[in-house]
């Protein structure tokens, strides 16, 4: 029997989980560093009591960069056996995390499938569920409601729900006011803003928080501090309304470290290259090295059916300077739900960011692969290459499709391959071209 109720409380009691036993394996790092990330929270390890057949990891800045793929069903795409298809890709691929932000049906038989079948980390976004799990309109229902929720998604294994704790009544006037050009376009963050406004009461998630906490402490949930004043476009990059926002997101995180509940800290969004290290470090200031999760960031809004590539770009500068936590995007962004193939390419984008992320900050062994390729390519062993590869499926495919006439080379250069010919004159070989 565990004699703490949170992975935080039992760092903070000096006590090492088989969890943070787990996450030091992975990261190369002592037993005692993880502790002591934990106890500060500087690292999170999401991991429900209740989800038994997880494979922890620690989701912290001085850790490899993490991933998360966004998955579930909606009114026009409400295939459950096709979600569970691209979870099971996303995991075999690499994703840490998997959020199920499904917005139709019966929820929670697919919640539970996850949290009993799914090794990965299992987020949610409680406040989408609401609506459906009640079956009724957005203004009917009460702050007791979207409480009860949050224990629900507890209570099915999740092991950490975004709640957006951060927009109050303040935000309304604050939007208003400052006229941004996308307004909010987080989804949760727009639901909580409509309810405020039919409602005229307080944001539930931020009036009732320390009964949140109770809830999360309970079962071990880590809270994801959702953005809703995230910008949706670069104009709107580090306005008024998301620093105000991400001050209070700072207030939130120390009270929940006050009752031992983990914390992330959600982010950008939609932003210019040139914000996104000072929007990391103000994050890391503002809340007290609490792990920051990013959705990109984006850093243009023009390249529909691209924006894996132009996330990939952003999340890769932000994880470089401290972002802990990648959520993928897909070509599909903006225009639909993802296919399987979207959730592919979505996923290969992010963990090449992560991956050149953690070179960067010299995060342990990062870079062991990518010596391995160095050797695998000027030997051509091939086998190798594709062993290494991110998508070796992908790598082969292309490779084989345009093969050469001799295995020493590629298509591309044929015998002028400048591999060959310094293998063969420092070996003092006669090299031939013609």
Not at 109 to 120: D, I, N, Q, V
Not at 230 to 237: E, I, K, S, V
Not at 372 to 392: C, H, I, N
């Amino acid at each position: 029997m565990r004699n703490y109720s949170t992975q935080m409380e039992a760092a903070r009691m000096g006590i090492i989980t088989p969890e943070m036993k787990a996450v030091a394996k992975k990261e190369y790092r002592t037993e005692e560093e993880i502790r002591d990330w934990v106890a500060k929270g500087q690292v999170a390890i999401c991991a429900n009591k209740l989800h038994t057949c997880i494979e922890p990891e620690g989701v912290g800045s001085m850790l490899r960069t993490k991933i998360n793929v966004n998955l579930g069903v909606s009114r026009d795409c409400k295939d459950y056996d096709i979600e569970m298809q691209k979870v099971m890709a996303a995991v075999d691929m690499g994703a840490e995390a998997i959020m199920d932000l499904s917005s139709h049906g019966n929820t929670q038989p697919f919640r539970k499938k996850l949290t009993s079948e799914c090794p990965a980390m299992i987020g949610t976004v409680p406040v989408y569920d609401s609506v459906i799990h009640y079956q009724r309109d957005l203004a009917t229902l009460t702050a007791k409601d979207f409480i009860d929720v949050v224990r629900l998604h507890a209570e099915d294994g999740v092991d950490f729900v975004t709640l957006h704790c951060g927009i109050t009544r303040k935000t309304i006037e604050q939007i208003k006011k400052h006229k941004r050009k996308m307004n909010i376009v987080s989804r949760g963050g727009s639901l909580v803003f409509a309810w405020m406004s039919m409602t005229g009461e307080e944001n539930p998630f931020y009036e009732y928080y320390d009964e949140i906490l109770e809830i999360c402490r309970e079962y071990d949930v880590t809270i994801s501090l959702g953005d809703a004043c995230r910008p949706g476009c670069l104009a709107d990059g580090s306005d008024v309304c998301q620093i105000e926002e991400l001050v209070r997101l700072g207030e939130l995180t120390k009270r929940a470290w006050a009752r031992d509940v983990q914390v992330m800290v959600e982010g950008p969004g939609h932003m210019p290259m040139d914000q996104i290290a000072a929007n990391m470090k103000m994050q890391q200031t503002i809340c007290n090295g609490a792990p920051f999760y990013v959705l990109g960031p984006i850093v243009t809004d023009i390249a529909p059916g691209y924006d894996h590539i132009t996330s990939a770009i952003g999340g890769s500068i932000a994880a470089a300077n401290g972002a802990a936590f990648l959520c993928y995007v897909t070509p599909a962004e903006h225009l639909a739900l993802p296919n399987v193939d979207d959730v592919k390419q979505g996923i290969i984008a992010s963990k090449i960011a992560a991956h050149a992320a953690d070179i960067a900050k010299k995060i342990p062994h990062a870079m062991d692969k990518d010596n391995e390729m160095g050797d695998a390519r000027r030997t051509f062993d091939w086998d190798k290459q594709w062993e290494l590869s991110l998508d070796p499926e992908t790598a082969k495919g292309i490779r084989d499709d345009r093969a050469p006439e001799h295995d020493d080379t590629c298509s591309m250069c044929g015998k002028f391959c400048a591999v060959r010919s310094m293998n063969k004159a420092l070996a003092g070989e006669y090299i031939d071209i013609l």
